[in-house]
């Protein structure tokens, strides 16, 4: 397995969040991570980033540990977080976003930049616009592109649909599809479980800090219970 997450505990300022989660993610695989408001997914992805504070249990990484606190370090061995709130250099250019992301490569064999505009076609148009003077869809795909730039091995995506127009969410979703392809990983987290759920191959349903289901996303889509509880019954 290329991520191992073995009954984490995590939280802030000794405030656990997660209560003992397990989930792993293999090579070239999707995977998903659903649940409501505040179930702890965006913690998740933060923890496994070495941005929160671990209490007990283990994350390893390719087999090394991830501790709290190293996040650069942790990117730099192909472990990269797109953050919710995108966290783009916004008054720098597309072109300019997408070469402070290569500078995480390391030598690691990756996406060029011409891949990465062939794959977000509307970053090559702007390729000299500010980020911040892009729109909400675009600016997710940037910060998807600048992620790749650095090479990921692993690429965690936290709500990539927030704020999204339906058809701009499957734009998104075909480009997770195309990553896949190349034989990068990729953990996303969503809220809206109907799509992602058929983009992923398993997911993992939190509730309350903890993972209540997990499986074959397609199994998954199927079931009751998430049915009653995410896609409205
Ligand atoms: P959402 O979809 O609303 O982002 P989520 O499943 O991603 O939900 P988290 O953002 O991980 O949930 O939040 C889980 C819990 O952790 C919530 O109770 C939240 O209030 C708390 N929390 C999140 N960030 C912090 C923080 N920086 N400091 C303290 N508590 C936090």
Do not use: C
């Not at 597309?94 to 390391?106: F, P």
């Not at 091995?153 to 990553?179: C, N, Q, Y």
């Not at 109907?194 to 289901?213: F, H, I, N």
């Amino acid at each position: 397995m290329l991520l191992e997450v073995d009954e984490l505990r995590a939280g802030y300022h000794g405030l656990e969040i997660l209560h003992g989660l397990s989930l792993t993610v293999g090579e070239a695989e999707v995977v998903a991570i659903v649940g409501a408001n505040g179930a702890g997914k965006s913690t998740t992805l933060k923890a496994l980033a070495g941005e929160v504070r671990q209490y007990g249990g283990a994350v390893r990484f390719d087999g090394r540990p991830v501790g709290h606190g190293r996040s650069h370090l942790v990117a730099r061995r192909g472990l990269m977080l797109v953050p919710e709130n995108r966290a783009l250099f916004g008054s720098l250019t597309v072109e300019d976003n997408l070469r402070m992301g290569s500078w995480g490569r390391r030598g690691r064999e990756g996406f060029s930049e011409a891949e990465v505009l062939e794959l977000f076609p509307i970053l090559r148009e702007r390729r000299s616009q500010r980020a911040e003077t892009m729109s909400g869809g675009q600016q997710q795909m940037l910060a998807i592109a600048r992620a790749l730039m650095g090479a990921p091995r692993l690429l965690m995506l936290d709500e990539p649909s927030t704020g999204l127009s339906p058809k701009l969410t499957w734009d998104v979703f075909h480009a997770v599809h195309a990553i896949r392809e190349r034989g990068v990983s990729v953990l996303i987290v969503e809220q809206n479980a109907g799509q992602v759920l058929k983009l992923a191959d398993r997911a993992y349903v939190l509730e309350s800090g903890s993972v209540a289901l997990e499986g074959e996303a397609v199994a998954l889509a199927d079931d009751e219970r998430i049915r009653a509880a995410y896609l409205g019954g």
